[in-house]
Each structure stands twice: as structure tokens, then as C-alpha cells.
């Protein structure tokens, strides 16, 4: 009994230490009409630290908000896009929104690293996460199992006015 008690503590130990956790919420959004995110940046704003100039365009809809970002051509982002429109039940943490996916994507060896840049959306390989990490990419080496799959295109802080536990729908821009 001692012994599996100190399993599970071990266990949430280092489920917060990743940032995610694996059992995830109801959103509390209600269904109502989307509204986009703006992706002109104000002076002030901070917006994703990585650029991409290619890929595809996408929508992640929480409720009724619409936060537009850009998936790359990377193995996982290709096969999430081949799955579209994905809904994935994410809760909120330290620096991102984190949820476990149904089923893993593929991923390419390359392709995996440690830490992030403000703004990915990333595919974490040690507990088949979905994240969209926006805070501390200034500590973020300390984390692995990355696979960067894209970027937000909106302000940064668009993610700390979301609520704690969220379904998020991600399909194809229009």
C-alpha cells in the first residue's frame, strides 16, 4: 500500500514537473458564434518567438474564440492535419495549455528536442500531449521530448484569458 501511494505521488511529481497533466476536464466555454483573434501585432502585444512563412493555416477554436496559427511540414504536424478538424480536451498550466491525444502522432527521431519557443505548438513524445506552450521559454531546455509541429499567429496573451480546462477544435482556415 505504501508503496503504491509513493507511485502516485511520484507520478503527479512529475506529470506537473512537465507542464501537463493527463486527465483533462470538460470545457466550460459555452457553444456560441466564434470570434477571431486579431493577427496584427499592437506595439506592446508579444507575439510568438519563432516565424514561419510557410505551412498551413489553421484555426484553434476554444469556444468562441478563434486563434489563428500556422502548422509546419514536420511528420506530426502533417498527420495532424490529415486528421482535421481535432478536437483535444486541454487543461491550463505554468506555460501552456496541455492535453493528452486519443492516439499518438508519428513523429520523426530529428525532429525531437528539448525546450520550446513562446508560441509553439508542440507534440510531446513522452505522454502523446498536444501543447501550445506560451510562457518560459527562457527555462524551457529543462523539458524534452519536444516536437514543434507550429505557431500561434495571435498576441500570446489571448491564451491567459481562455479558462482553466478547455476542449480545443482545430481544423483547416478557411
Known sequence: MKRSIVSVALLSLFLLMTGCGGAVGQSSAAKQ????????PAATEKYTTRKLTQGTKVN????????????????????????????VKLN???????????????????????????GDIDFATDGN????LYKDEDISKQFGFQVNMG????????????????????????
Open 129 to 132: 500531449y498536444f501543447t501550445v
Open 92 to 118: 491550463k498550466y505554468s506555460h501552456d495549455y496541455c492535453g493528452v491525444m486519443e492516439k499518438p502522432l508519428s513523429y520523426d527521431q530529428a525532429d525531437v528536442h528539448n525546450g520550446w519557443q513562446n
Open 33 to 40: 458564434a466564434p470570434v477571431a483573434v486579431a493577427e496584427k
Open 60 to 87: 484553434l477554436i476554444v469556444g468562441k474564440t478563434i486563434i489563428p496559427a500556422t502548422l509546419n511540414d514536420t511528420k506530426s504536424a502533417k498527420e495532424l492535419i490529415s486528421r482535421l478538424p481535432y478536437e
Open 151 to 174: 505557431v500561434i499567429n495571435a498576441p500570446l496573451a489571448v491564451m491567459d484569458t481562455l479558462p482553466q480546462d478547455i476542449t480545443m477544435r482545430i481544423e483547416v482556415a478557411k
